[in-house]
């Protein structure tokens, strides 16, 4: 019994002594990479539009919100917000974000379209061509994609059995200096 003690005092006693230092190198091997302070960081918009458009929704989210940390809540950002959970098909919070960047800026096409998607998606085919018809008019019908949101609200809404399964293609998305961004399918 008298060794089995003393091994546990030994034991003891060894986990209770300072651990030795890393040495000078080990201490440099498993150091953290520094930040370059003179680089920039790219911006997070940039960074979501493109994980939108490769179909990477929850990360497309994070850059948006990143992108809301660095530069604060705008219209950019929450147009960009709504559109991402519309991916994802959070269409209550999607709608929710679209109609503050409207508040924000009226005039602002990519959320009026925006939010004329959710609108359809949830089956609202009136408000949605209302919407569709401003973002229209603010573009000045110079995007096909608006001029096609268009044409499939004012058919759901003068033909309520409609359902666009003939249609290629279904409603598009728009970001800021972009034509036609995601496609989601029709109702």
Do not use: K, W
Request: proline fraction near 4%; charged fraction near 20%.
């Amino acid at each position: 019994m008298r060794p089995a003690l003393s091994g546990l005092l030994l034991a003891l006693t060894a986990a209770c002594a300072p651990q030795d230092p890393l040495t000078p190198a080990a201490a440099r091997r498993n150091a953290a990479f520094a930040a370059d302070a003179r680089g920039q960081g790219v911006d997070g918009l940039l960074v979501g539009h493109r994980l939108m458009a490769a179909g990477e929704y929850d990360l497309a989210l994070r850059a948006y919100l990143r992108a809301a940390s660095e530069t604060g809540i705008n219209v950019d950002v929450l147009s960009a917000l709504g559109s991402a959970n519309l991916a994802l098909g959070r269409l209550g919070q999607a709608e929710r974000q679209l109609r503050e960047a409207i508040e924000l800026d009226p005039t602002f096409v990519p959320a009026l379209n925006n939010l004329g998607v959710v609108l359809m998606e949830r089956g609202q085919a009136g408000e949605a061509r209302r919407i569709f018809q401003q973002a229209f008019a603010q573009d000045s019908g110079e995007t096909d994609s608006i001029r096609e949101n268009l044409r499939l609200a004012i058919a759901r809404t003068e033909n309520p059995g409609y359902t666009g399964a003939e249609e290629p293609s279904g409603y598009r998305l728009l970001r800021r200096g972009e034509e036609a961004a995601d496609t989601l399918s029709t109702l």
